[in-house]
């Protein structure tokens, strides 16, 4: 039963994924010839291989990575409203990322120490424990009475999205105006131009990160039914949720080294899911990382080439952001109800 | 913990990066170049820099990526050979060309598109990533760092260097210098005011030691009230009417004229000692640079009536 709906997902996961990544690589502001571009020919072979696939790779990574890091989240929090960035883990990532920037700024990028701080590497280093500490702070001050309670969690998250946006806004006052443009350049949400050696690194962080997940999944059927539930059914509580929440932290801040601030991933593709393949993290899981890079994908390439005749691309966050907001408002209105 | 588990892909990554980098360069087609591994900070900050391959001695299609280095290959004499430029660049000249996008956000598929063999880049952080791109991807870019006077006497003839007519551009920066010491004569016999730069009104930017227009002013003759450490600072209008300058430059030029009205605390403002520049000359480093010596001498000559000059202190001679 499970095996076969499992399949079914994966099946229409990786249909979702390919026919996302035919259209982001086919459709551009350019208009290119496939042949060309498979002869070699100039500039079609460097557009198709050097502009879009590099793109469609790193957005099928971070949007993979978003959206089982919500699945994470939403079972450890019991809450569907839980989501990396609403819950202000990509804010601390951001936090992180930034600190790594600034650093090397004012030490001086053109010493060794500074070139170092502001190496991607560096940045997705600073990324990912930013997104552990304020994951930690999230369960930390979510609880009233010893008890995790979501409602007070993702609050905790809002307010700290909101610190998090302050000390980076003064962060890009102290640091010079080109490295201001960088790091504002980062933050916008952009899948953007990462080198190759950085697009491995991600690859690598990030596969860690969802193949954890995703070995986790049966305990999260089991940790989403409360914690005295999981324990007396064999669950090694705090170990797998500590597993499970660094998981989602690397993840969430290996997504927000590379492509900066992109909301609401976590949320729509995995409640989309919910509907379709119902509640179990076996297939929830999986079938998240699929539909996830599938529609970042698609989302970077609507981005693209919705505002063409502007000569302007927007930042794909901007896009999943206009997406995700009325849906956070519907599911909370909808949460209301059933309450 | 965290630590731990942080940095174990790391390591790994590096470990496996270049056999991934290989299999990434394995799916281009064959004959390609490989991709160029960038320096740490490789954004040049004081030297004009060569990034991707060398370029033709003669480049034919040539896209700039900044309006004020668009007019400098317009006074160079070279416009027919720019196939593109930004969506910001407003020159008569250059109306009819397909725009490549903007500073933060050049469109590394439309440059391409256009078969460029030179690129001019007005270095800056945001659109590095992008730039980096293109210049990986096989077409020779030019990075010019632009913030002071002397980067853009050097940016003319760089630039006309690299489209191979060095003449034009050692001619080009010959007349700016000239430009620069007329104005740096005919300042010594102005009095020397102090001044406001009002770059926008709302919040209040205004040019601080380090940016473009306060090099100019202090050429023109003219003393910035503002001092510390920041180029383009939001500026507190307290400190500003502290400050009481003798002369508010309204180089807002995007905005309305009577909006500096919000400003009217500003003694100067509120005693209409202000002077609205026509055009945006004095924020594009560039070869307008005579003429927006001129506008800003002609700004601080005007305040020459006895009656303003009486309460203003006379700065120190520099």
């Not at chain 2, 980098?21 to 740490?40: K, W």
């Not at chain 2, 400098?72 to 020159?91: F, K, N």
Request: hydrophobic letters at 55%; proline letters at 8%; aromatic letters at 4%.
């Amino acid at each position: 039963m499970i095996l076969r709906r499992l399949t079914a997902a994966l099946a229409a996961g990786l249909v979702a994924l390919a026919a996302s990544c035919a259209a982001a690589l086919l459709l551009g502001p350019q208009p290119i010839s496939l042949a060309a571009a498979f002869a070699g020919v100039e500039p079609d072979a460097a557009i198709l291989f050097g502009l879009r696939l590099p793109r469609v790779l790193l957005g099928a990574m971070v949007g993979a990575g978003l959206a089982t890091a919500g699945v994470a989240l939403q079972a450890l929090l019991r809450n569907p409203l839980a989501e990396p960035f609403v819950l202000g883990v990509s804010g601390g990532a951001a936090l992180g990322g930034t600190a790594a920037l600034a650093a090397s700024a004012l030490i001086g990028p053109a010493t060794m120490l500074g070139a170092l701080a502001g190496s991607g590497t560096s940045v997705a280093l600073g990324a990912s424990v930013g997104a552990a500490a304020s994951t930690a702070l999230v369960f930390a001050l979510g609880r009233i009475g010893g008890k995790l309670v979501p409602e007070a969690a993702l609050l905790v998250g809002v307010v700290f999205n909101a610190f998090a946006a302050g000390v980076i806004t003064v962060v890009k006052v102290m640091v010079p105006p080109e490295d201001a443009a960088r790091l504002l350049y980062w933050l916008m949400g952009a899948v953007g131009y990462a080198d190759p050696g950085t697009l491995v690194a991600g690859a690598v962080l990030l596969g860690l990160a969802v193949t954890v997940l995703v070995a986790l999944s049966a305990q999260l059927n089991l940790l989403s039914l409360g914690d005295d539930e999981a324990a007396s059914l064999g669950v090694e509580v705090g170990r797998s949720r500590g597993a499970v929440f660094l998981a989602a932290s690397l993840a969430t801040g290996a997504a927000v080294a590379l492509a900066g601030l992109v909301g609401f991933v976590g949320l729509i593709v995995p409640h989309l899911l919910r509907r379709l393949f119902g509640p179990d993290h076996r297939v929830l899981l999986p079938a998240s990382a699929l539909f996830g890079a599938a529609f970042l994908v698609l989302a970077d390439a609507a981005a693209r080439l919705a505002f063409l005749p502007l000569g302007s691309e927007p930042p794909v966050g901007a896009l999943t952001a206009l997406l995700g907001g009325p849906l956070f408002l519907w599911l909370l209105r909808r949460s209301d109800r059933s309450a | 913990m965290i630590r731990k588990t942080a940095i174990r892909p790391f390591r790994a990554s590096r470990a496996s990066r270049v056999v991934a980098v290989a299999a990434l360069l394995a799916c281009l087609p064959a004959g390609r170049t490989a991709a160029v591994e960038a320096p740490a900070d490789p954004i040049p900050r004081t030297q004009p820099l060569w990034l991707g391959p060398p370029a033709p001695a003669r480049p034919a299609r040539v896209i700039s990526l900044a309006p004020s280095l668009t007019d400098t290959v317009i006074a160079l004499g070279e416009v027919g050979r720019l196939v593109g430029v930004t969506r910001y660049d407003t020159s008569p000249e250059v109306k009819s060309l397909p725009r490549v996008g903007g500073f933060l956000d050049p469109s590394p598929e439309v440059v391409l598109g256009l078969r460029p063999d030179l690129v001019l880049w007005l270095a800056d952080g945001g659109a590095f990533p992008a730039v980096r791109r293109i210049a990986d991807l096989g077409v020779p870019v030019l990075a010019l760092p632009v913030v002071g006077v002397p980067d853009v006497l050097r940016a003319a003839r760089v630039i006309g260097a690299a489209l191979g007519n060095p003449a034009a551009g050692e001619r080009l920066a010959s007349e700016m210098d000239a430009a620069v010491r007329a104005a740096e004569l005919a300042a010594a016999a102005l009095p020397r005011r102090r001044v406001l730069l009002v770059i926008g009104r709302d919040p209040l930017v205004v040019a601080g030691p380090g940016s473009y227009p306060d090099a100019l002013l202090r050429i023109a003759g003219g003393e910035n009230v503002v001092t510390g450490g920041r180029p383009w600072p939001i500026y507190s209008l307290e400190k500003a009417v502290a400050d009481d300058p003798d002369l508010v430059v309204d180089a807002a030029v995007n905005e309305p004229a009577d909006a500096i009205q919000r400003l009217a605390a500003i003694p100067a403002v509120k005693a209409g000692r202000v002077v609205r520049l026509p055009d945006d000359r004095v924020l594009r480093p560039g070869p307008q640079l005579p003429a927006a010596l001129a506008q800003l001498q002609s700004a601080l000559r005007s305040e020459l009536r006895p009656a303003l000059r009486g309460g203003a202190p006379a700065g120190e001679p520099r």
